[in-house]
């Protein structure tokens, strides 16, 4: 089993709508949780931590269920900027040891 | 106020030969972490230096070693070139444990 996987995507979701990225984690132990955005052939760019409280930032909203070892991240109002992949982060502790998940790619439709 | 910047930008390089990847963190960070990402798949941890030490480290072979000096900038070194190390190397940046900002990579082919 991987240590941080995501839904495999594509999502092809028209503008206005509102749509929703999972992501898994194997290790328990696990502290900080993050969601990255990559658009093609660029750096991937801090979307926002996922709190355990839960947290909101706008059209996005960021959850961690840690006792099903899983975060997602929620889009609503979708705009055709929102068109990359979403890549799910996991810090393992300790100076950031972090794992990637292998990312989900969204694309949204006029 | 600049963020991380990676040089170069590109680089092709043959089979067997060594090179040198050069990173520079956002200001006031004194932590710098270092990914490959593959085509089509997420960025796979190298290693992390803190104080000019290596603080963590992924699953790379010892071909990948680096440096972090005094002014925090870092160096990734890869020696016998592969194939497989063709992929884009990423330089993150962060002040301790905090949330790392990106550079904008260098996209290393080897031949």
């Known amino acids: 089993r991987k240590e941080v996987e995501q839904d495999p995507g594509p999502f092809n979701v028209p503008e206005g709508a509102t749509v929703a990225f999972n992501c898994t984690y194997s290790?328990?132990?696990?502290?900080?949780f993050f969601w990255y955005r990559q658009d093609c052939r660029k750096e991937p760019k801090l979307l926002m931590s996922?709190?355990?409280s839960g947290n909101e930032d706008g059209r996005f909203t960021a959850q961690l269920n840690r006792a099903s070892q899983y975060i997602s991240l929620l889009i609503r109002d979708s705009k055709l900027s929102d068109s990359a992949t979403y890549l799910c982060v996991v810090d393992y502790g300790g100076y950031q040891k972090v794992t990637f998940g292998t990312g989900t790619k969204l694309q949204v439709i006029p | 106020d600049a963020g991380v910047t990676q040089s170069p930008t590109h680089l092709i390089k043959t089979r067997g030969q060594q090179v040198t990847l050069r990173c520079s963190p956002k200001?006031?960070?004194?932590?710098v972490s270092w990914y490959q990402q593959a085509l089509g798949q997420g960025p796979q941890f190298i290693f992390q230096?803190?104080?000019?030490?290596?603080?963590q480290r992924g699953n790379f072979p010892d071909r990948f070693s680096g440096h972090q000096f005094p002014n925090y900038s870092s160096e990734l070194n890869v020696n016998a070139l592969l194939l497989g190390d063709s992929a884009l190397y990423l330089c993150?940046?962060?002040?301790?444990?905090?949330?790392?900002?990106f550079g904008p990579g260098t996209r290393l082919t080897v031949t």
């Open positions: 996922v709190y355990s």
């Open positions: 200001s006031g960070h004194d932590t």
């Open positions: 290790n328990s132990a696990s502290q900080s």
């Open positions: 230096y803190y104080e000019e030490e290596e603080r």
């Open positions: 993150a940046s962060s002040y301790r444990a905090y949330e790392q900002y």
